[in-house]
């Protein structure tokens, strides 16, 4: 990647949120049937973190501490996040925070962004619903996931009030937002690396609510254990996704526009990109 900056210095927060808004405004403005399918590859390349911490509670249901048990699994959640990231597909919570800055900044319109959330969140949805399926056929005829292990994950996200839910929510849409601000300010795939492990692990090692790995998580110990039902699914989705846009939007994309714009610097998006948009809104 090129840098911004010939002294190599780490970018100002005008370029990040210049950055922020390019990809915001080209993926508002993507033929939606090719978003529905990055979010459903998203959906599932995410629910690899569910996965590999479901294999690790089946292989060792003991760890020598709680902290170890916890630090374990956080580092393999975020694998999922760094093959969605990376790879560059929609997750509902990266556009909690991205696409709400063209919003503030008057370059789209509410209906656009709408439209592209719901796109987004069904899709995502659709392939972590197919991934818990494929755990649930694939796990216990593998020997790779037992019904113990699948429960321990659900029961962690699903067993507290709503308010807990909620807040938690907020917690890791924060995070998520934090994500995307951090990868837009890095020039290299080792930094991008470094940030996604650490955020996405932050997440995990409470676990904080993340309403599509957490989604993976709870299908798959609805569809393989005895204790979790659809009454507490719906609880966690409905709660968690509230959080997480609450998060991303209110505390990431609101707060960070805010204070570019109270500095009095001009967010100047490139030419291009306002071109394409203008162009699409025309048509």
Not at 200 to 224: C, D, M, R, S, Y
Not at 230 to 252: E, I, M, P, Q, R
Request: net charge negative; charged share 15%.
């Amino acid at each position: 990647m090129t840098s911004d900056d010939p002294q190599g210095a780490s970018l100002s927060y005008e370029k990040i949120l210049e950055r922020e808004l390019e990809n915001a405004l080209r993926e508002i403005n993507r033929p939606s049937k090719g978003v529905f399918l990055s979010g459903v590859a998203a959906g599932l390349n995410v629910s690899f973190g569910a996965l590999f911490m479901a294999m690790a509670l089946t292989f060792s249901p003991s760890f020598p501490s709680p902290l170890v048990k916890q630090v374990t699994l956080a580092l393999l959640s975020s694998v999922g996040f760094l093959f969605v990231v990376l790879g560059q597909t929609e997750l509902f919570t990266a556009h909690t925070t991205m696409a709400v800055l063209p919003v503030l900044d008057g370059r789209t319109s509410v209906r656009k962004v709408g439209r592209l959330w719901g796109n987004v969140y069904v899709s995502n949805l659709l392939g972590c619903a197919a991934f818990a399926a494929f755990i649930a056929v694939l796990g216990p005829a593998f020997g790779i996931v037992t019904p113990a292990a699948a429960e321990s994950l659900a029961t962690a996200l699903v067993d507290h009030p709503w308010w807990v839910v909620l807040l938690s929510g907020v917690v890791a849409g924060w995070l998520m937002g934090l994500m995307t601000w951090l990868v837009a300010a890095t020039r290299d795939t080792v930094s991008r690396v470094l940030i996604i492990v650490i955020v996405a692990a932050a997440i995990g090692f409470a676990p904080f609510h993340h309403a599509l790995l957490g989604t993976t998580e709870v299908l798959t110990g609805l569809l393989l254990g005895q204790t979790v039902s659809v009454a507490d699914y719906g609880h966690f989705l409905l709660w968690t996704t509230l959080g997480n846009v609450l998060g991303g939007s209110v505390l990431v994309a609101l707060v960070n526009y805010g204070h570019v714009a109270l500095a009095g610097d001009v967010v100047d998006v490139d030419f291009e990109a306002s071109t394409e948009t203008e162009r699409d809104e025309k048509a």
